[in-house]
């Protein structure tokens, strides 16, 4: 599914190197999880997947089942699948829920050459999915995330996922400002939404949202590499010890 | 204008108006109407105002009234205030009268008329109905009425060529025809309050209007009636370097109701064209008028060639208590607006209502905003303005709100919202306010923001393109305003803000 091969980054505005020969393979239907201390490139790698601009790729490959991701621009490398869970959804005053997703959907639709849904079926859809994920009519009137609360805007993202139906998902500290209620909200959802076909890539701080999605390996970054990798027990580790040991046991 | 019966129109852009937008050529309504014209001389004089009085038949006071506004004029000088920078207009290199050679008889059937007119409507997405009628047809409106129930009175260039659905809008006691027709048929009425709410000496532009005006709408709704259709006029610039000026005069009569749709386009050319327009609404007691406008003339291309220099005088007198009021322009299209549609709170409780989105991209200027003018008690307006600035162009808001010593307890609130499109363009602010009782309250609000990069990368990363990431995000700038146009408007006015923004960023 996801292969990312050596990858090298920079911040353009400040010529600074943040991934330095990044190495990362998410097979079909698996969920890995990369977790590191602040400052280790955690973001830096989601934007890049996703398009953002202010980043020069150096060296180095990602391919989305054997696309070349870096070659496409951010809509493109949505309609061949890819999604980011933002970790702060940005707002758009004056601009309803709905209508949003609408032209979302009918956008990649379009791009992908299939027939776009009609006002109709798009509302049995996604009020559907709005009731699965327990997000009320009312969210879906109001403009795309303006006065939303953290889990508010959380839920959101995960019901853009729901409506675009991704294979790739990447969620960037999706856990962060998260009660206990919204986190199991949020987890049960992308929990709905594993399947063989779909691969998650869970950016997280925290082991505690690894309690509700548990992944199938852990990655360990720092200072802009993998360091190590392993299954969920690597998680925990991080949980008592922190990140001290590992780091210096990987060098 | 487009179908209207998706219920998402209002929710912000839709599928329809992406479409739209990607299957337009950066300005749709580019293409010139071959057709054989009749033309006045160059230039404007005694001779020409006289000519234009006598083309449209009219009687001698209205000759004498034109000519007495020609003399005001010729001593006058263009105003030069607003933040608007232009070569200088040549008033006498202008034809001030052209109309299709066509038109001097009514056609009998469909087969008379000129091929090129008829298409000329069908382009502009009229039905074939009432295409026939506005080509005169003689008989075509008793034909049943399908489709939307919108009057239409088609002004191509000097002259009006037609009006849709009289005799229904006649047996509600509606008036609505062409203004020169009025000045034949009810001289009474346009006697009245021709100049009323503009008077002939207003300004440089409506004083050269009121001399040389050619036709344009008139209306009048009987005392009591709810008008039962919308009305609306279509004014097409045709013929090179004519100017238009076209003039429209409404009255709405005691505890009367009529919405009025204005829309303007003209053939994309590389010299410039002058409009200056009046319009003038009479509002009496308990009376609603609402006004709504799309223009989307010609804008000029991306170098800044070419567009129409739209210079335009628009007022309302709520002369009467609890008279109301209601704007709501689009502008999209001039290469120079110099527009303040106005309202004159003259009536105790009476109430102006301005709702305004002005985009300016490439090298556009639009100098625009409203006056509010409070002189009875309790009166109340509201102002909600959207500024749009893209590319090199430079959009400027101008309002006046005033509060006269006896308008006590009045109240006005101004929103005045100013979007920015990349890093050359500019938005400017420039209220007026004075308050000379103390009992009144008045409200600024103002803001200025830019095209967020991080709104256009979300919309992006979840498939959109940067045109439709950007046409959705000024969609949302500007809701307040498309949910104040009629619904016969809103499809339209969305799919214009898309288009008017091609191109900007990138």
Redesign the interface.
């Known amino acids: 599914m996801l292969k990312i091969d050596n990858l090298h980054v920079k911040l353009e505005e400040e010529d600074k190197q943040i991934l330095k020969g990044l190495s990362l393979e998410v097979p079909n239907g698996q969920v890995h999880a990369i977790m590191g201390p602040n400052g280790s490139g955690k973001s830096t790698l989601s934007y890049v997947l996703?398009?953002?601009?202010g980043y020069e790729v150096t060296e180095g490959s990602a391919t989305l089942e054997g696309a070349d991701l870096l070659d496409m621009?951010?809509?493109e490398?949505?309609?061949a699948g890819l999604?980011?869970a933002?970790q702060y959804?940005?707002?758009?005053?004056?601009?309803?829920n709905?209508?949003?997703l609408?032209?979302?959907?009918?956008?990649?639709r379009k791009?992908r050459g299939e027939e776009?849904m009609s006002?109709g079926e798009f509302l049995k859809v996604v009020r559907a999915k709005a009731k699965d994920l327990k997000i009320d009519a009312d969210m879906l009137k109001r403009?795309v995330n303006v006065g939303f609360s953290g889990g508010e805007k959380k839920r959101n993202e995960i019901l853009?996922m729901a409506m675009?139906e991704p294979r790739m998902c990447i969620m960037d500290e999706t856990d962060s400002g998260l009660d206990v209620d919204a986190m199991r909200l949020v987890s049960d959802g992308v929990n709905a939404l594993r399947n063989e076909n779909r691969s998650f890539l869970v950016i997280t701080h925290y082991q505690r949202l690894l309690n509700h999605i548990q992944p199938d390996v852990v990655h360990i970054m720092s200072n802009g590499r993998i360091v190590k990798s392993g299954g969920p027990e690597l998680a925990l580790q991080v949980e008592e010890e922190g990140y001290g040991d590992l780091l210096a046991e990987a060098g | 204008m487009t179908d209207t019966t998706d219920l998402d129109v209002r929710e912000g852009v839709d599928r329809e108006t992406v479409e739209t937008v990607q299957n337009m050529g950066s300005y749709k309504y580019g293409w010139n109407t071959e057709i054989e014209m009749e033309y006045a001389p160059k230039g404007v004089n005694e001779d020409i105002v006289r000519l234009i009085s006598e083309k449209n038949g009219e009687p001698e006071w209205m000759t004498d009234w034109r000519l007495e506004a020609y003399r005001r004029w010729v001593t006058m000088t263009e105003p030069k205030w607003a933040m608007l920078n232009y070569p200088e207009i040549d008033f006498q290199d202008q034809y001030y009268y052209a109309r299709p050679k066509s038109m001097e008889e009514k056609p009998k059937s469909l087969d008379e008329v000129d091929p090129k007119l008829l298409a000329t409507y069908e382009k502009l997405g009229i039905p074939l109905k009432e295409q026939m009628i506005l080509a005169g047809v003689e008989g075509a409106d008793a034909a049943p009425a399908e489709g939307r129930k919108v009057a239409v009175d088609a002004v191509f260039d000097s002259v009006s060529v037609g009006t849709t659905f009289k005799d229904e809008l006649a047996k509600a006691g509606v008036i609505f025809c062409s203004i020169s027709e009025a000045i034949r048929e009810h001289p009474e009425l346009v006697k009245k309050y021709l100049g009323s709410v503009v008077p002939q000496s207003d300004n440089f532009f409506a004083t050269l209007n009121s001399a040389v005006f050619s036709d344009g709408s008139f209306v009048y709704v009987p005392p009591g009636v709810r008008c039962p259709m919308e009305l609306s006029t279509y004014f097409r610039i045709n013929a090179e370097n004519t100017g238009q000026f076209e003039r429209t005069l409404i009255i709405a009569d005691k505890g009367s109701y009529v919405s009025y749709l204005e829309g303007c386009t003209a053939p994309k050319r590389d010299t410039n064209q002058l409009h200056a327009a009046v319009v003038e609404i009479v509002i009496l007691e308990d009376a609603e008028v609402k006004y709504s406008t799309v223009q989307n003339w010609f804008p000029g291309d991306e170098d800044g060639k070419g567009g129409i220099y739209n210079f335009v005088t628009k007022r309302a007198d709520c002369r009467e208590d609890r008279a109301k009021v209601m704007w709501t322009q689009v502008e999209t299209g001039s290469a120079i607006t110099w527009k303040y549609p106005s309202c004159i709170l003259r009536g105790n409780e009476s109430q102006g209502e301005f709702y305004s989105i002005a985009i300016a991209n490439n090298w556009q200027q639009a100098d625009t905003g409203t006056k509010m003018v409070h002189l009875g008690k309790n009166t109340r307006s509201r102002i909600v303005s959207k500024g749009i600035s893209a590319g090199q162009a430079q959009n400027t808001y101008r309002g006046l709100v005033s509060m006269h010593p006896r308008a006590s307890d009045s109240r006005n609130y101004t929103q005045c919202d100013s979007l920015l499109i990349g890093d050359k363009c500019g938005a400017h602010t420039v209220p007026y306010i004075e308050v000379k009782n103390t009992s009144s309250r008045v409200e600024h609000e103002a803001t200025t923001s830019k095209v967020d990069d991080d709104q256009l990368f979300y919309c992006r990363s979840r498939g959109m393109d940067e045109e439709e990431a950007v046409a959705l995000v000024v969609n949302g700038f500007c809701r307040d305003v498309l949910q104040a146009l009629p619904m016969e408007f809103a499809m339209e006015a969305q799919a214009l803000v898309a288009i008017s923004l091609e191109g900007s960023v990138g």
């Open positions: 996703s398009g953002r601009d621009d951010p809509e490398r949505a309609a999604f980011l933002f959804p940005v707002e758009i005053p004056g601009v309803g709905m209508t949003f609408r032209t979302a959907v009918n956008a990649q791009a776009e006002s403009p853009q675009l």
